[in-house]
């Protein structure tokens, strides 16, 4: 199955099923990025610079998109 990339976790280049947006604002996989976060490091996955905070949004509107995209594939 072919994913597109807006719906793939920047960080594990798989598909998202619980997407969160990092204060980097990037979207990534909510385990992958917390995952991330709990081994200490600050920085972006994606940039490598110090994250402003640690806090994550989920991304509603992405899940949807996804759910939609699995539905019809």
Same mark, same amino acid.
């Given at each position: 199955?072919?994913?597109?990339?807006?719906?793939?976790?920047?960080?594990?280049?798989?598909?998202?099923?619980?997407? !969160?947006?990092?204060?980097?604002?990037?979207?990534?996989?909510?385990? +992958? *990025?917390?995952? =991330? %976060?709990?081994?200490?490091?600050?920085?972006?996955?994606?940039?490598?610079?110090?994250?402003? !905070?640690?806090?994550?949004?989920?991304?509603?509107?992405?899940?949807? +998109? *996804?759910?939609? =995209? %699995?539905?019809?594939?």
């Amino acid at each position: 199955m072919y994913v597109v990339a807006y719906i793939t976790c920047g960080y594990l280049q798989e598909l998202m099923y619980d997407p !969160h947006v990092a204060a980097d604002g990037f979207t990534y996989e909510g385990e +992958a *990025i917390r995952g =991330w %976060l709990k081994g200490g490091r600050g920085t972006s996955p994606m940039t490598n610079l110090t994250l402003s !905070h640690f806090s994550l949004t989920p991304n509603h509107a992405l899940r949807s +998109a *996804i759910q939609d =995209w %699995l539905c019809r594939s």
